[in-house]
């Protein structure tokens, strides 16, 4: 495969990411002058293969740019975070699933129940 070009479709996509990830993904990508979208590309097509995508100097890397940005997250908190947000009435953090609570408790009885 090496050498071969290959012609694909790119979208636009939304994603949610962790702030201080989101970072130091930004920061490295710019380091190799690649754009975002090109890095995640390489990172989830080396994961597909069961391959790391980075060298021992891009990790190194990685490393500095997670301490400069303050992410001391790990892969152990994969499927583990749980997003905090601004509650718009008190200006207070809340968790999601916090969240949801809340709105269940602030529903109107339905008539008839």
């Known amino acids: 495969m090496a050498g071969t070009d290959f012609v ?21 990508a710019e380091f190799h002058d690649m754009t975002l979208g090109d890095l995640l590309e390489g990172i989830v097509l080396h994961a597909f293969d069961g391959k790391c995508p980075f060298e021992a100097d891009s990790l190194r890397r990685i490393k500095e740019l997670k301490q ?23 200006g207070k953090s809340t968790s999601r699933s916090a969240q949801k609570i809340l709105v269940a408790a602030h529903r109107k009885p339905e008539a008839g129940r």
């Open 68 to 90: 400069f940005y303050g992410l001391k997250l790990d892969s152990r908190a994969s499927h583990r975070m749980t997003e905090q947000r601004r509650n718009s009435h008190s």
């Open 8 to 28: 694909v479709e790119r979208v636009q996509t939304g994603v949610r990411m962790e702030k201080r990830l989101l970072k130091v993904l930004k920061a490295f």
